[in-house]
């Protein structure tokens, strides 16, 4: 008896212990105080907040939300008068707002962030304006000329003050509204504003003589330029709308540009049309559009204003998918990822001098990051998944090793790059390309599109290619650099020889490059180039050390990005004319870091301040970062650089050219040559971990026919995309993939048909217009592009007609002076 109660004691206890430890992960949910606050004083209210309340365009604004019953309003207000005026109004809060001080702005977005608490701003209307009518400037107690700082640059301190509170909004709008001639408005170089834009300098562009309506136009453009590039900067990774308007004479267009479909839209210039808003574009002139999407502009205008008004705008980085999965996988290879780039790092920079201190210490603080990484996760990880970890990452999806077996671009090529073009190697290309040109350069294209291709002998080219041919619509410039093999597979696969002309091109030297375009000018006569796909690229992951083109640049890094990025600025304007003319750029999953193949299997892409490229890119310098080399990075920075570029082509040409600019991932392709350099246990394997396990899988031809979509489908007209074909890597795939063999309409990566085509995310670091403008700049150095449709160059700077009159020894004005033309010296 005694016995058997022990035994129930003991079982009830062990029982208690079992339920114990399975309670013990579980938590009672927090309660969300701040959340609670918000929702008991806003409701369910949007927050908005209008500038220029007093007047009559902010009153009647005013009143038309209220009225609605969907908004609580915050008024900002010139004076304390009009501040108790307003006060007692029902779902309005005054606040005091003197556009004519920085620091009443620094108080204001103050108050608004502590009255908001946990509650998001759905809305922010930057319509206070004044006009100037003196002939002579005024200048406000921060010594800046008056019209432009009401107008511009208090409203610019305050969008940068408030925009983090915007970011969570499901449905925010940041609308700037002006009112001037932007005929009128130059702003040429921003010399004015590079001396310090303070008195006596009255002007942006520095000049002398003060005129009050172009200071009205010019902040109008001002207005535009920055709309247009915070929509660049931050819509994609925030989906907050960014528009302005200008031109208003009827006071409730306001009201609807911030609650209508209209105020939707964003990176549209809108202005009023009749008694309607429409897209400014489609009224504007030519030259009105060429100011206001003067990408090199804003970006100056960005920075500078940035330092004159002292304030710095949000960094908004995009997470990782939300799969499961991918969550799990990206914790565990995390800390083995920052361990090899620490690895790296720590071999310094070949070719780049710096101070050892300075390496030392950038060195220290990775290490003290590191090392606390190792602390909080290393033991749990190092004894149970971080085994799995280290055997997926490092075996199944392409740890770079040590050493390389064999096998590179250059052994293919038959001895080192820079001897793949000798003279008698030239002679004889040349010949052939005059023997070629002199059977085609008349020939009749028809109503037939004319595409470009580079790559079309092998992988993804060759099967894109033969998808054109076989439509009938398209005649394809083939540019490769084996034209034996070219011609081997063109008879194997039925290329449509009458409309298809390979041309020789060799990605590894610029000279070849440029030649391959004039060839193409001669030979397409007055037909415009309709398609441009820089689709050629070379993966070397084995490679030990870096090998060197004909230029002298390490050979991925050319082949895949410089060399594509030179021959689109040597072809755009041979683009003019076609109706629907596009580029398009072959990126990579591998080159967005915000997908496990790209951000959470080492290496990671990744251009850090681009030191190598700003030091000429030239031997001994290895990679775009400066850092030493490796060939998987090399690859993966190579396919980041090219999806940029698309963004910033985009951002720059596309509304004033119409060409439309676009990247994409085919997939997979885990059977294509591009993996012929990894280890022959790599080739085997990788195909069926790609099948069964991620069902990212996707064979050569069914993605050749993804890129031949976004060639030929209508629907990819449209310009400034990532495209990709039905999401990230599925769960459970289990016996259904084994049943079809891997091929299930709809896998992972890039699965699915025609129609599963989509626009798709892409990572903080592709969207980086920052490093997008300085990416752009230094590739046009290292290569020499002469890219066309130039307005001005911005980073030069021009002080002759500036009046740098009255500089003080040690003032901020001569600082920024000082500062402004070493810059330019350099």
Excluded at 475 to 483: F, M, T
Excluded at 502 to 513: I, L
Excluded at 634 to 657: E, I, R, V
Excluded at 737 to 764: C, L, R, T, V
Aim: include cysteine.
């Amino acid at each position: 008896m005694i016995l058997r109660s022990l035994l129930v004691i003991t079982a009830l206890v062990a029982h208690q212990a079992l339920a114990f430890q399975f309670m013990k992960g579980w938590k009672v949910p927090k309660r969300d105080r701040a959340q609670e606050a918000a929702v008991e004083q806003f409701g369910d209210k949007k927050l908005a907040v209008i500038t220029g309340a007093s007047t009559p365009l902010g009153e009647k604004t005013i009143q038309d939300l209220l009225a609605s019953g969907e908004f609580h309003v915050i008024g900002a207000y010139a004076n304390a008068d009009d501040v108790q005026k307003a006060e007692n109004r029902k779902n309005l809060t005054p606040l005091l707002c003197n556009l004519e001080s920085l620091d009443s702005v620094r108080d204001f977005c103050s108050q608004v962030h502590e009255f908001r608490g946990s509650k998001t701003l759905d809305r922010l209307v930057c319509q206070a304006g004044i006009t100037c009518d003196s002939i002579d400037p005024v200048f406000t107690l921060d010594g800046h000329e008056k019209t432009l700082q009401v107008n511009f640059l208090s409203q610019y301190l305050l969008a940068s003050k408030l925009l983090d509170g915007m970011v969570d909004s499901m449905e925010a709008r940041m609308t700037l509204v002006g009112d001037g001639n932007t005929e009128i408005a130059d702003l040429a170089d921003l010399n004015g504003l590079r001396a310090g834009f303070r008195n006596p300098i009255a002007t942006l562009d520095g000049s002398t003589s003060f005129s009050a309506p172009k200071a009205c136009a010019d902040s109008v453009l001002c207005q535009k330029l920055l709309a247009n590039f915070l929509h660049t900067k931050y819509h994609k990774l925030t989906g907050v709308v960014f528009n302005n308007l200008n031109g208003i004479s009827k006071e409730e267009l306001v009201t609807e540009l911030v609650t209508g479909a209209a105020g939707a839209q964003s990176g549209v210039s809108l202005a009023l049309d009749g008694n309607t808003l429409v897209d400014e574009d489609t009224i504007s002139s030519e030259q009105s559009k060429e100011k206001a999407y003067d990408i090199d502009a804003a970006f100056q205008l960005f920075q500078l204003c940035n330092e004159l008004v002292d304030t710095e705008w949000p960094a908004i980085k995009q997470i990782t998918s939300p799969c499961p999965t991918l969550k799990v996988i990206g914790a565990i290879t995390k800390n083995n990822v920052k361990k090899e780039e620490l690895k790296r790092m720590k071999q310094g920079r070949p070719g780049i001098s710096e101070p050892v201190e300075e390496l030392a210490q950038r060195i220290t603080k990775r290490q003290r990051v590191s090392a606390f990484a190792q602390r909080v996760v290393g033991t749990i990880l190092g004894q149970t998944v971080g085994r799995v970890a280290r055997f997926a990452g490092k075996r199944m999806l392409g740890h770079v090793p040590d050493t390389a077996l064999k096998g590179s671009f250059d052994a293919t090529a038959g001895g080192d790059a820079t001897e793949i073009l000798d003279d008698e190697d030239v002679e004889e290309i040349q010949s052939l390309i005059s023997e070629q040109l002199s059977k085609e350069k008349k020939k009749d294209f028809g109503d037939k599109k004319l595409v470009v291709m580079t790559g079309t002998s092998s992988g993804l080219g060759r099967k894109a290619a033969l998808a054109l041919l076989r439509t009938g619509d398209y005649h394809v410039i083939g540019a490769v650099r084996d034209l034996d093999k070219m011609e081997a597979v063109a008879d194997v696969d039925g290329f449509d020889l009458d409309n298809f002309t390979p041309m020789y091109c060799e990605m590894n030297s610029f000279d070849s490059v440029r030649q391959f375009c004039k060839n193409v000018d001669e030979f397409r006569g007055s037909k415009p180039i309709d398609r441009l796909v820089c689709n050629a690229g070379v993966y070397q992951p084995t490679l030990p050390y870096a090998k060197w083109s004909k230029d002298g640049h390490e050979q991925t890094m050319q082949i895949n990005f410089l060399s594509h990025f030179l021959m689109i600025s040597e072809l755009m304007t041979s683009m003019e004319g076609s109706p629907e003319a596009r580029v398009t750029m072959v990126g990579s999953v591998t080159g967005n870091d915000n997908t496990v193949g790209g951000g959470g299997v080492y290496p990671i892409a990744d251009l850090h301040e681009l030191d190598g490229l700003k030091a000429g890119f030239n031997k001994p310098i290895e990679m775009a970062d400066g850092y030493g080399f490796n060939g998987a990075k090399a690859y993966k920075d190579s396919k980041l650089c090219l999806m940029m570029l698309a963004n910033f082509l985009h951002t720059k040409y596309h509304k004033t050219t119409g060409i439309a600019f676009s990247s994409m991932y085919p997939g997979c392709i885990a059977e294509s040559p591009l993996f012929r350099e990894k280890r022959p246990w790599f080739r085997k394997y990788f195909p069926i971990f790609m099948k069964f396990i991620t069902g990212g899988f996707v064979g050569e031809h069914e993605a050749g026919q993804r890129l031949f979509q976004v060639v030929h489908d209508p629907r990819c007209v449209k310009s400034g995309v990532y495209w990709s074909w039905n999401g990230g890597p599925r769960e459970g795939r289990g016996a259904e993939a084994i049943e079809k063999g891997g091929q299930i309409s709809g896998g992972g990566g890039a699965g699915g048909g025609w129609d599963s085509i989509f626009e798709n995310d892409q990572s903080s670091k592709v969207l980086n217009i920052d490093t997008a403008y300085t990416l752009f700049s230094q590739a046009s150095k290292i290569t020499g592009a002469d890219w066309p449709y130039e307005q001005s160059q911005h980073l030069e700077v021009s002080t002759s007609s500036t009046p740098f009159i009255d500089v003080v020894p040690g003032s901020t004005l001569e600082s920024a002076t000082n500062k402004n033309m070493t810059a330019a010296q350099s």
